[in-house]
C-alpha cells in the first residue's frame, strides 16, 4: 500500500490502554498538571468491554490515586469476610488453614470488584480532570521520529480482507505525544514491537503466562455468601499442568468462577477450557452451582513470571505500564494495584520531565521507582513461587514457596536467593507421540458448556470483511509442523475455538475463525513453532464484557 496521507493531533502523553493502568497514569497526570494535554486510547467499544479479571482487590493502588473513592462512588463495596483455600481431588477436598500462610496472601481488607466496572468509574474521574478518553479507536501502528517513539495510528478501519482500502476506509489519525505509554494488557502488539526493538528483555528472564478463563453466575441467593474467596488447587490439573481456581462472591447473588492454567505444561492434548468445565463438575463447585445460571464468559492470558521477567520499562518517549511490564503477584492472584501504582510512577516521571523540558528521553526516574518503591516490595517477595513449582510441582512449592514467603516477610531476604526461570512456555511443549490424548467427559448444558456456546457469551463481534488480525508467519507451518509433530495445539489451548484443523479432499487444513477471538494472546504465547502473531482488529471489535 502506498504511504497514507493521515491527520496528526499533538499531545503531552498519549496513552493505549483504558485498563487500571492507563487510567491510573491519566488520571495522576492531570491531577499534577492540569494543562497537560492527555488522551487514553481504548481499542474496546466501550471502557471495561476488554477488560477481564478476578478479581480480588487490593486497594493500596486506588488510595494512592484517588484517597475518597469510597465518598466518590467507586464500585467497590464488597469486601472479603471469608478466605478458603482447598487442594482437590476427584470426589473430595482437603481445607488448607489460613494460619500457615505468611500476611501477605491473607484477603481481609480487600475487595471482591469487576475491573470493568472500575475501570468504567475511574474514566469518568479522568474524564471530569479533562482527560480525553477515545473508545473504539486500536491503536495499531508506532510513529517513529528515528529511534524515539513519537506516537501512535490509532481509528484505522474499512480494510478488504486482503489488506486494501475499501469503500468505507477511513485511515485513521497519528496521535503524537511527547509521550507515549503502553498499557495494552498481556503480550501488546505495540508493547511487543517496542521490546524486540530495544531488546528490553535482554539481562531479564523470559516472561512466563497462565491462560485464565471466567464465568459470572447468577446463583441461588440460599447458597450466595456474599464477602467470600475460595482459591483450588490440585484436581482436575493434577500432573498434567500447574494451576487452580477462584469462585468470588460478589453482590446481587452473583459468583465469579474463574480456572488458569499455567503455560508451561508440555502434554500437547491437553485442553484448558475443558479443564475449566471439568473442574465445575466437583461435587464442591457443582452443588453450589446447581440450579443457577451462568451469564457471561471470558478469557485472558495472564502474566506470571513475576519480578525476575520485568524487562526494561522505558526506552526513548515510551514506557511499559501494567500488565505490558508483567507485575502480577502471582501467589496472590493480584495485579491490578501494582498496575495503578505503575500507571501513577509514570505519570509522576513524565510529568517531570516535560516541565523540565526533557521531553521524548527515558523516563528513568520510572523505572527506578518501579523496581525499589512498593511495586518491587510487592513482587520481590514472591519471586521463588512460580519459578519452584515450575521446577518442583505443587506440593513442594507450596511448602518451599510458604517458607520462602516467611522468610522474606520477616526478615527482607531469601533463602533461595533468586531462582530463574527457564525457557518460554512455548518452548515447553512436548512432542505428541510421547503422550497419550486426554479423554474430556462431554459437556451436560447445565454446568458444563462447549467452547462455541460459552464464546457466545462473551459478546464478541468482528467485521468479517476485514484482514485477518492473526498473522501467521508461514502459513504451511500449522499442518507440516505443528499437526505432524504437536497433534496442532492451537485447536485445544484457544479458549475461544478460533482455530480449527479440517480434513477435505487434498488433506489437513488449518483454519483461523478469527470472528471468534477474544482477544486472549494465547495463541502468540503458547504455539511451539512462534508462527502467529497477534494484532489489533480495527476499533470496537473483539469481546464486549459487561462486568468481568
Known amino acids: 500500500m502506498s504511504e497514507i496521507e493521515r491527520e496528526s493531533m499533538d499531545y503531552d502523553v498519549v496513552i493505549v490502554g483504558g485498563g487500571p493502568s492507563g487510567l491510573s497514569a491519566a488520571i495522576r497526570l492531570k491531577q499534577i498538571d492540569p494543562d497537560l494535554n492527555v488522551v487514553v ?72 470488584v469487576s475491573m470493568a466496572n472500575v475501570c468504567r468509574w475511574m474514566a469518568e474521574q479522568a474524564e471530569e480532570l479533562g482527560v480525553e478518553i477515545f473508545p473504539g479507536m486500536a491503536a495499531s501502528q508506532i510513529v517513529w521520529d528515528g529511534n524515539r517513539v513519537a506516537g501512535v495510528v490509532a481509528g484505522e478501519m474499512g480494510l478488504e480482507s486482503d489488506g486494501t482500502p475499501g469503500p468505507n476506509y477511513e485511515p485513521g489519525m497519528e496521535l503524537r505525544g511527547k509521550y507515549v505509554f503502553l498499557s495494552e494488557g498481556v503480550r501488546g502488539s505495540l508493547a511487543k514491537e517496542v521490546m524486540a526493538k530495544f531488546d528490553l528483555s535482554k539481562g531479564h528472564c523470559p516472561q512466563k503466562f497462565g491462560l485464565g478463563m471466567k464465568e459470572i453466575w ?108 508483567g507485575l502480577v503477584n502471582v501467589p496472590r492472584i493480584k495485579g491490578n494495584h501494582n498496575a495503578m501504582l505503575s500507571g501513577i510512577a509514570a505519570a509522576e516521571a513524565a510529568a517531570a520531565a516535560i516541565k523540565a523540558g526533557r521531553e521524548g528521553d527515558e523516563l528513568t526516574a520510572y523505572e527506578a521507582d518501579l523496581r525499589s518503591g512498593p511495586i518491587a516490595k510487592d513482587l520481590k517477595k514472591v519471586r521463588n513461587v512460580k519459578p519452584m513449582w515450575s521446577h518442583w510441582g505443587m506440593i513442594p512449592s507450596l511448602i518451599l514457596g510458604g517458607l520462602d514467603m516467611w522468610t522474606n516477610n520477616l526478615f527482607g531476604f531469601s ?123 480495527q476499533g470496537g471489535d473483539g469481546p464486549n464484557y459487561p462486568n468481568m
Request: proline share 9%; hydrophobic share 35%.
Open 41 to 112: 486510547l481504548e481499542k474496546g467499544s466501550e471502557i471495561g468491554a476488554h477488560i477481564l479479571s478476578g478479581a480480588v482487590l487490593d486497594p493500596c493502588g486506588l488510595d494512592a490515586l484517588i484517597p475518597d473513592w469510597k465518598e466518590k462512588g467507586a464500585p467497590v463495596k464488597t469486601e472479603v469476610k471469608k478466605d478458603n483455600f482447598y487442594i482437590l481431588g476427584p470426589a473430595g477436598h482437603i481445607r488448607i488453614p489460613n494460619w500457615p500462610m505468611p500476611p501477605l496472601m491473607s484477603n481481609h481488607g480487600k475487595y471482591i
Open 218 to 325: 447468577e446463583i441461588d441467593p440460599a447458597k450466595h455468601r456474599g464477602g467470600t474467596v475460595t482459591h483450588t488447587m490440585g484436581w482436575p490439573l493434577g500432573g498434567n499442568a500447574g494451576g487452580g481456581s477462584f469462585i468470588y462472591h460478589l453482590e446481587n447473588n452473583q459468583v465469579f468462577i474463574g480456572f488458569v492454567v499455567h503455560l508451561n505444561y508440555e502434554n500437547p492434548y491437553l485442553y484448558p477450557y475443558m479443564e475449566f468445565q471439568r473442574f465445575k463438575h466437583h461435587p464442591m463447585v457443582a452443588e453450589l452451582l446447581e440450579g443457577g445460571k451462568r451469564v457471561a464468559y471470558g478469557a485472558r492470558a495472564i502474566s506470571e513470571g513475576g519480578w525476575q521477567s520485568i524487562p526494561k520499562l522505558v526506552a526513548p518517549g515510551v514506557a511499559l505500564l501494567g500488565c505490558s511490564a
Open 415 to 537: 533463602l533461595f536467593g533468586t531462582l530463574k526461570h527457564g525457557k518460554n512456555d512455548a518452548a515447553h511443549t512436548g512432542e505428541a507421540k510421547n503422550f497419550k490424548p486426554i479423554d474430556y467427559p462431554k459437556p451436560d448444558g447445565k454446568i458444563s458448556f462447549d467452547r462455541l456456546t460459552n464464546v457466545a457469551f462473551s459478546f464478541t463481534n468482528h467485521e468479517e470483511s476485514q484482514p485477518c488480525h492473526l498473522k501467521l508467519k508461514d502459513p504451511s507451518i500449522p499442518i507440516s509442523v505443528n499437526l505432524a509433530k504437536y497433534a496442532e495445539p492451537a485447536q485445544r489451548y484457544c479458549p475461544a475455538g478460533v482455530y480449527e484443523v479440517l480434513e477435505g479432499d487434498n488433506g489437513p487444513r488449518f483454519q483461523i475463525n478469527f470472528q471468534n477471538c477474544v482477544h486472549c494472546k494465547t495463541c502468540d504465547i503458547k504455539d511451539p513453532s512462534q508462527n502467529i502473531t497477534w494484532t489489533t482488529p
